[in-house]
Structure formats: structure tokens, C-alpha cells
């Protein structure tokens, strides 16, 4: 498994302190879109697909049609992917690497350790979910390695990702993939990583700096304990945690405006690797939602891989084989025994 320096017990009774809380705030301000309306253009689901489908015959350990519908979601469901849009957990700032905000300027409401608390909570919310695909994995095999068929979906009664409904292990494990995935993707939406600020106007609260990456964080690789958090880093603030979390809101204490969500993120766009056009204000300036896509599917693809290296350290060569089988294929008991 994956360490983590905070507490998981702690963590989980944050994140779950004000979940019954209820906030109008549109959907689509929150994350790279699941569906195809409200301004949204399924663009997890797309950058889900481009990262995992099977592009040849001969690839290995990528997700057949069935399943990939089911963890990228398609049209009528959110998929695994998107799940993290119409539950509980829609505006909570650690599932989608929101509420990170701050500026290096005197007056700016908020510290500078505030900001990064929240985005590590987004990667140790990742750690967890993570953590917990590869333990029920092992709840989709018997004692003599084989698959047990009642532990997968059927065509007739495919998997839900609705809060603790779906027991069956390929669901539980494929439903937290999709958490990591999403919010690793809503990451490259909403931080300034791969961000170009406005050149011609001064940096401030309505042109935040961007750090001009390109590609995966390195801060976000899983295999590592603990990195070193990148210097600059922010997201933009919303949600209910910027209601609850004493500090103004996102108008700030005595009326001083933080870095928003609307600011700074680039949710909204036409997904198109190397070509992808963004349709937010920041998305749209310097090809920022390009930047951001191309970085999510690369990450994406990382993040299935790190799952495939840790269920190999945890169950061995043979069994992790024939686990990962059972995740990607859509015949799992005739392709995988």
C-alpha cells in the first residue's frame, strides 16, 4: 500500500464532518465535466478513454469497451470517473484539488500553509482511494486464486457507484480508481501547474501566476512518500469547505477578495490530445486547457499504472495478473482463469 503522513481515520472524519451540508452552486464549477450540458462536455470521460481504452489488439492491461464505459462513464451515467460529481463529495475541495488559494501579497486573506494543507489533502485523498482498490481486489478471488463470478457485474445488472450501494469487489475496486482519477484530472483543471498567466495585465486576484509545467506533477507520483511541495503552488477557492472553514468565504475577512474558483480554473473545452480548446476565461488564455488535458491524460495513465505496480508488490506476479484481468476485461471468467 501507499503511506501517508496524516492520519486516514483523521482524514475521513474531515472529510466527512459536514457532508450533509447543502450548497447551490452549479455542478460544472467544479470539475472537468461529466456530463453534456450546463456548459460541461464530458471531458472526464474523454480524457479517461484516451488514456485507458485498447488502441491495438496486442496492448495489455488497457480496459476493454464494457468496462470502459463503466469506469469512464458514457451517455445516461457518470461512469466510476464522474461519480464523484453528483455525490456527497461534489463540493468538498480535497476530491477535486479546489481550495487551494493564495497570493505572496500582504494583505491576502488566507496563509500560504492554509493553501497547501488543502491541495495535500486532495493527494492524500487519492492516497486512500488508491489504497483502497488494491485491498478489495483480493475480495474478487477465492482461497485458490480464481475469480469469483458473484463479485462481478452482470449485463443485466451492471455496476452503481452510488454511496455504499454496490458491494461487488470489481465495482468497489473500479469506483475508488475512478475518486483518484478524477481528482488527479481536476488537479491540471484547477491548480496553476501547467498554467501561462495574462503577460499583459499585472499578477493579482483576477490574473493568478501560473507555473508554466508541462506533463505530469511530480508531486502527485504515488510511489513516492512525501514529496516536497511544489513552490507557487495554488488552486482556486469554493465550495462548502470555503463557507465553513472560518476564514470569509471567498470574499475573504473584511471584504478582501481570494483567488476563485471561476478565476482560475479550465474545466470546459473540446478534448482533442494536442489540440484541445479550452471555453473558460483561463482555460481559453494561452492555451492553458490544452496544457491541462494533455497533463491529465498522461497522469491518468500513471495513475493505472501505479495501481498495477502496487497490486504486483502486494499480491505477487501470478495473482495480480489475473486481478488485473478480471478489472479490465469484460469476460473476466472466460479471459481470465
Not at 487551494?100 to 496563509?111: C, I, K, N, T, V
Not at 472553514?245 to 470546459?268: F, I, M, S
Request: aromatic content about 6%; proline content about 6%.
Amino acid at each position: 500500500m501507499v503511506s501517508t503522513s496524516q492520519g486516514v481515520s483523521g482524514f475521513i472524519s474531515r472529510i466527512t464532518a459536514v457532508a450533509g451540508l447543502t450548497l447551490f452552486l452549479c455542478a460544472s464549477a467544479f470539475a472537468f465535466g461529466t456530463v453534456s450540458l450546463l456548459g460541461q462536455n464530458t471531458e472526464h470521460e474523454k480524457i479517461t478513454r484516451l488514456a485507458l481504452e485498447c488502441k491495438t489488439p496486442e496492448q495489455i492491461n488497457c480496459f476493454e469497451p464494457k468496462t470502459l464505459d463503466s469506469l469512464a462513464g458514457k451517455k445516461g451515467t457518470f461512469g466510476a470517473v464522474g461519480a464523484p460529481d453528483p455525490g456527497p463529495t461534489l463540493f468538498r475541495f480535497f476530491a477535486h484539488c479546489s481550495g487551494g488559494d493564495f497570493l505572496a501579497a500582504p494583505d491576502y486573506p488566507r496563509s500560504k500553509e492554509k493553501a497547501e494543507e488543502a491541495l495535500t489533502l486532495c493527494r492524500t485523498w487519492m492516497i486512500l482511494n488508491l489504497n483502497r482498490a488494491i485491498k478489495v481486489s483480493a475480495d474478487m478471488l477465492n482461497t485458490e486464486g480464481q475469480i469469483k463470478k458473484s463479485q462481478l457485474p452482470t449485463p443485466l445488472l451492471p455496476c452503481g457507484y452510488a454511496e455504499g450501494v454496490d458491494k461487488r469487489a470489481k465495482c468497489q475496486v473500479l469506483k475508488h480508481l475512478g475518486a483518484m482519477l478524477h481528482a488527479a484530472q481536476d488537479f491540471y483543471a484547477h491548480s496553476n501547474w501547467v498554467d501561462i498567466a495574462d503577460k499583459s495585465k499585472p499578477l493579482g486576484r483576477f490574473n493568478p501566476p501560473g507555473l508554466e509545467n508541462r506533463g505530469v506533477a511530480p508531486w502527485l507520483n504515488l510511489r513516492v512518500t512525501d514529496p516536497p511541495f511544489p513552490e507557487g503552488l495554488i488552486s482556486g477557492c469554493g465550495g462548502i469547505d470555503a463557507v465553513t472553514d472560518g476564514e470569509g468565504g471567498c470574499t475573504g475577512r473584511k471584504g478582501r477578495l481570494r483567488v476563485d474558483h471561476a478565476t482560475l480554473n479550465k474545466d470546459n473545452g473540446d478534448v482533442v490530445p494536442g489540440k484541445s480548446i479550452g471555453k473558460t476565461p483561463r482555460g481559453a488564455l494561452n492555451n492553458n486547457f490544452r496544457f491541462a488535458v494533455d497533463a491529465a491524460i498522461a497522469d491518468t495513465s500513471d495513475k493505472w499504472q501505479t495501481m498495477i505496480e502496487l497490486l504486483i508488490t502486494n499480491y505477487g506476479q501470478d495473482t495480480a495478473k489475473t486481478m488485473i484481468c478480471a478489472l479490465v476485461s469484460d469476460k473476466p471468467l472466460e479471459d481470465c482463469q
